[in-house]
């Protein structure tokens, strides 16, 4: 007999954990939470060796398929998408930057018939997790909140160019900013998911306090591969799973499957499960229950990866100095502080407002203190081929810096669909970047912007200058001019993972919607999708923060529906 339970939620990620949290606080409801992955691991929380765990099993170990538009510099022309498979998914492997949008984003999702999820709709989602544990910001009790799991700290460490480009900012007419207040436009150090010099994650934050309930079940290791669904009545009444890849078993939903798989695997799993394209499924095998577009409206933030500034002094992050590496170790080990606590090198934002002057940013610069090409294995994580790799080697024994330029809001969209019906191939991704010629126009205008700062006093006491030597296949082109930086873009393609939008929110009248504003899949019963791949048009955030909103707003829907219907 399967085992039953009033809620299955599918993949311990971001929002799988919150809402395992939030849901088993209802001391008669039974959870289960299936997650592919294993355990975290302390090393997978030292928040420098972020890169680390592309390495290991603890990524799934996405590649786009090959296109002629973007990560052409890339090994095999593909982008790698490295997503986690672990208890906390993949809050494990990323770069704790909290970042929570823009109002603008959240009232656009409301204009377009998202009742519901407006800015001030939203916001007490955002601060019902929050911990914040910096002070000058913890006083504003609007926008920021102590009480919640998630701490919110600065990163213990920085470089002295970090604060360089923070101090760059006012004298390039921007603000020192709080990016999650009111106003979003202007430059800050992090604010970073971070305990103690350790990275949170959504398991560390949500999941270990909950586990001791009796009322939650965690299995891990076990891929769940298709969700249960009665032709006859449409209604999802659990899951199929197979346990270390090899028992095969079953769970049954009393209430609610809900899936928190994330932004591939979300809607990869609804179409195994006959949810999806009809021509598609057909195409493939799947017997067809519900004809939806899921897997479209895919959307991600990228970046030039290769946008490299060097400085005259030690003011930057090197890797060549390897005693100092050991006495940073041991530094991290005995006092949870220095270079290690440098979360993946990112140190400081900035969010431009380059056309229009609306508060809604188009850019977002990430500034890191050291760059990709200063350490090899980073190049390759990234997926950077070996022949372009030559006029950067350098970088790795000089004070050198990145600056990386983010379009924001792409208007350029992709897709992803399934191989073949069988759960364990990786479903295809086009991601469909620079597509759209404003992409790009936007994305070089931020280049321009971001090399600008250079010219400020904070940097210039520090000799700072644009590294000069031209990115091999671009080199046809004047350097600097704007076919360089197009040509740059298009082959040194730098995303920064926010994959989301396939199983996109919107109201019955939208013909792309897989979801209604209650995160229902339409037209099944007892079926949500709760995570990043329910946002219909990507916000100006790095997308945990959001993840968390969305899981935290479903389980309060959930709880009043099902409270409700008692
Ligand atoms: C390298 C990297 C750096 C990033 N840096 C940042 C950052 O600094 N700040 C930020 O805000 N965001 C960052 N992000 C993005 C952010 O981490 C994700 O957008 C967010 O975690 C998505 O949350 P989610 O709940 O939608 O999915 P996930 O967190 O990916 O969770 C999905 C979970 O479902 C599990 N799962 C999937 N399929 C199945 C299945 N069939 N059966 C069982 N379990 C399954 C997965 O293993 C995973 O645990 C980064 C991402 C990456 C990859």
């Not at 399967?2 to 311990?12: A, K, L, N, S």
């Not at 959240?106 to 007490?124: F, I, M, R, S």
């Not at 007419?173 to 970073?192: E, H, P, R, V």
């Amino acid at each position: 007999q399967p085992e039953e339970y009033d809620f299955i939620i599918v993949g311990g990620g971001a929002a799988g954990c919150l809402l395992a949290d939030r849901l088993s606080e209802v001391s008669e409801w039974n959870v289960l939470l299936i997650e592919a992955g294993g355990e975290e691991n302390f090393l997978q929380d030292i928040p420098a060796l972020a890169s680390l765990s592309y390495y290991t099993p603890a990524n799934w170990g996405y590649k786009t398929e090959k296109s002629s538009t973007a990560c052409l510099g890339l090994i095999d022309g593909r982008c790698n998408w490295p997503r986690g498979k672990v208890l906390g998914g993949t809050t494990v492997l990323n770069y704790m930057v909290y970042t929570r949008g823009n109002r603008k984003d959240y009232d656009g999702w409301k204009t377009q018939g998202c009742e519901g999820w407006g800015y001030d709709d939203v916001l007490p989602y955002f601060l019902r997790s929050e911990n914040m544990r910096i002070p000058t910001l913890a006083n504003d009790k609007k926008y920021h909140s102590t009480e919640g799991e998630l701490f919110i700290t600065r990163p213990p460490y920085h470089t002295q160019i970090a604060s360089d480009f923070v101090e760059a900012g006012p004298q390039a007419g921007y603000k020192d900013i709080d990016y999650n207040a009111a106003t979003q436009i202007g430059f800050s150090f992090l604010q970073a998911t971070m305990k103690n010099g350790e990275r949170m994650s959504s398991n560390r934050a949500f999941l270990k306090p909950a586990r001791q309930r009796k009322n939650l079940h965690v299995v891990n290791r076990s891929l769940v591969t298709k969700i249960l669904i009665d032709p006859q009545n449409k209604t999802a009444y659990g899951v199929e799973y197979k346990y270390l890849g090899i028992f095969k078993t079953e769970a049954v939903a009393r209430k609610e499957v809900i899936l928190s798989a994330g932004a591939i695997n979300s809607p990869q799993l609804l179409m195994l499960s006959g949810i999806g394209p009809k021509e598609h499924l057909q195409k493939v095998g799947v017997p067809v229950i519900q004809d939806l577009r899921v897997g479209f409206n895919l959307q991600d933030h990228i970046s030039l990866g290769t946008l490299f500034f060097t400085a005259n002094s030690s003011v930057t992050a090197r890797f060549d100095n390897i005693p100092g590496d050991a006495v940073s170790l041991l530094q991290y080990l005995f006092t949870r502080n220095g270079t290690l606590t440098m979360p993946g090198a990112i140190e400081a934002l900035a969010f431009l407002d380059i056309d229009d002057s609306d508060g809604l940013p188009e850019i977002e610069l990430i500034f890191a203190g050291t760059t990709v090409a200063s350490l090899l294995p980073v190049w390759f994580a990234w997926g950077g081929k070996l022949e372009i790799y030559a006029p950067y080697m350098s970088l790795a024994i000089q004070n050198a810096f990145s600056i990386f330029p983010i379009l924001l809001h792409p208007k350029s969209r992709g897709w992803l669909t399934l191989k073949d019906k069988n759960p364990e191939t990786k479903p295809l991704l086009y991601h469909n970047y620079l597509t759209e010629k404003q992409d790009v126009e936007i994305l070089v205008k931020g280049i321009k912007r971001a090399i600008q700062l250079i010219d400020t006093e904070a940097f210039q006491r520090h000799g700072v200058k644009l590294y000069t030597v031209p990115l091999p296949p671009c080199k046809s082109h004047e350097f600097g001019s704007d076919a360089y930086w197009e040509c740059s873009i298009r082959y040194m393609t730098f995303t920064v993972w926010h994959q989301c939008g396939t199983c996109k929110m919107g109201p019955d009248s939208d013909p792309d919607a897989v979801v209604d504003p209650q995160l229902k899949v339409r037209g099944i019963r007892h079926l949500r999708v709760v995570d990043t791949s329910i946002i219909p048009v990507i916000p100006a955030a790095h997308l945990t923060a959001p993840a968390y909103m969305i899981a935290e707003k479903a389980a309060d829907m959930i709880k009043q529906e099902w409270k409700a219907n008692a």
